[in-house]
C-alpha cells in the first residue's frame, strides 16, 4: 500500500519503474562485445547514438544497437566479466577494468590512464589514446584490440566546456577536490547549469575525439567498429549522466559504425595477463565522477 501510495503521489517516478521494468526483461537484446564481427572495437565512452549520428562524418555503415548496460561498470560486466579472452588486447583510457578486477581477463591491457593522464584536464586526451592504440596494433598484430576512449564523458575539455567549473567528490578525502564544487550533473539538475550549455560541452567533447578516432583508423588493418559503452540523459524522467540500471533509449541505444576494409587479420588466442594493483584507480575515477 506505501509503494501504491507513492506512486500515487509522483506518477513520474511511477511510470520509470514500469519502463524499468520493461527494460530489464528487454536487456538480453544488448549486443555481446565478444560475439561481436569485429578486428578492432573503439569505444567512446557514454556517446549517444542519436548525437553521434548527428557529428559523426566517419566513412562506414551506421546502426544503433543496445548496450548491456548504462554504466561502464555495468557495460564491463555484462561483457567480460565471467569469461577470459586471450585473443584481445584492451586499450584503456578508464581504470574502471583495474577498479573491477577485469584486467586478468584478457591477453594484455594497456593502461593509458597511468602515463597518459592529463592533470589539467583529469581525464586523458584523445590524442594520447589514439597513440597508444596505434602503438598496441604494431605490438600485438594478430590480436582483437579494444581502444577505449573516454570522450565524450566528461570532464570537457573543449573551450566552451572547460569555462564550466564541474568538479568531482574526494572519496572520503581520498585526493583533494580542485576547487569546492559539485559534478556537472549535479550542478545540472540543481540547476546551476542549463541543459543547452552542458549539451553543447557534451558535443564539443564528442567533435574533438572523431578526428583523432578518424586519423588513427585510417592506420590500421582489419575490420574497425566504433561503438560505445552506454549514452547520457540530461534530465529526463528526473535522470542525469548515466546511472546504472537505468535502461531509458537515451542510456542504452549506442552507435554501431562499421568502416570499410580490404582484409581481416588472423587473429591468435594465446594466454591473459595478470593484473597488477595499483593505488592510483580511485584517483582517475573520482576525477571522473565515479567515486
Not at 81 to 86: A, I, K, L, N, V
Not at 94 to 114: C, D, I, K, S, Y
Not at 192 to 215: G, K
Not at 233 to 243: K, T
Amino acid at each position: 500500500m506505501s509503494k501504491i501510495g507513492a506512486a500515487l503521489r509522483n506518477p513520474e517516478l511511477a511510470a520509470l519503474e514500469v519502463y524499468r521494468v520493461y527494460q530489464r526483461q528487454v536487456q538480453n537484446r544488448g549486443i555481446s562485445i565478444p560475439d561481436a564481427d569485429w578486428d578492432t572495437l573503439v569505444i567512446l565512452d557514454a556517446c549517444r547514438y542519436d548525437i553521434f549520428e548527428q557529428r559523426c562524418s566517419i566513412d562506414g555503415t551506421l546502426s544503433k544497437v543496445i548496450s548491456k548496460g548504462s554504466h561502464t561498470s555495468e557495460f564491463l560486466a555484462e561483457n567480460f566479466g565471467d569469461e577470459s579472452f586471450p585473443e584481445m588486447v584492451y586499450v584503456s583510457a578508464t581504470p574502471q577494468l583495474r577498479a573491477h578486477e577485469l584486467e586478468g581477463n584478457f591477453h594484455a591491457v594497456v593502461p593509458v590512464w597511468e602515463d597518459g593522464w592529463d592533470e589539467s584536464l583529469s581525464t586523458v586526451p584523445p590524442a594520447a589514446m589514439a597513440e597508444a592504440t596505434q602503438r598496441a596494433h604494431e605490438e600485438y598484430p594478430d590480436k582483437r584490440i579494444i581502444s577505449h576512449f573516454l570522450q565524450p564523458h566528461y570532464p570537457f575539455i573543449g573551450d566552451k566546456g572547460r569555462e564550466i567549473d564541474h568538479g568531482t567528490v574526494t572519496g572520503d578525502g581520498v585526493r583533494e577536490q580542485k576547487g569546492d564544487v559539485a559534478s556537472v550533473w549535479d550542478l545540472l539538475e540543481a540547476g546551476e547549469l542549463s541543459t543547452e550549455r552542458v549539451r553543447e560541452a557534451y558535443v564539443e567533447n564528442l567533435e574533438l575525439v572523431l578526428p583523432e578516432v578518424e586519423a588513427m583508423t585510417g592506420t590500421i588493418d582489419g575490420k574497425v567498429v566504433v561503438t560505445s559503452d552506454h549514452g547520457n540523459v540530461f534530465g529526463r524522467w528526473g535522470i542525469y549522466g548515466h546511472p546504472p540500471g537505468m535502461y531509458l533509449a537515451g542510456l542504452v541505444e549506442v552507435p554501431w559504425l562499421e568502416l570499410p576494409f580490404d582484409h581481416r587479420r588472423d587473429v591468435v588466442a594465446e594466454r591473459t595477463t595478470t593484473a597488477e594493483p595499483s593505488s592510483d584507480v580511485t584517483k582517475q575515477l573520482q576525477d571522473l565522477g565515479y567515486k
